[in-house]
């Protein structure tokens, strides 16, 4: 992977973590790091380059964050964001 391809991806996961602080599903931003949802923004990436369709994006969006937070409905809450995401950085 080139230096311009890596970048892509730095600056797509960088977008996913402001859109996550932002929408803060979990309201974990209230006296936390601003690096709190990284490990969910990464995932988000994760499934970004592994899937195609938004349904699918959008079931592990809302998978991941079930098992891991134990909240419902994030990825109906941020998935046509992050597709727009998808779809500018060309994932």
């Known amino acids: 992977m080139g230096d311009i391809e890596k970048e892509k991806y ?3 996961l ?3 973590r402001k859109l996550l602080n ?7 931003m209230q006296g936390c ?6 490990p969910e923004a ?3 990436l994760i499934a970004l380059t592994k899937y195609k369709i938004k349904e699918e994006i959008v079931r592990e969006i809302s998978r991941d964050f ?5 909240i419902s409905g994030v990825g109906t809450l941020i998935g046509d964001a992050v ?3 998808k779809e500018k950085y060309g994932i």
């Open 22 to 28: 932002k929408t803060d599903p979990a309201g974990l």
């Open 14 to 16: 960088e977008e996913i």
């Open 66 to 70: 079930k098992d891991s937070l134990g």
């Open 42 to 44: 990464a995932r988000i």
């Open 33 to 38: 790091p601003d690096d709190e949802y990284d």
């Open 83 to 85: 597709i727009i995401l």
């Open 10 to 12: 730095i600056k797509c």
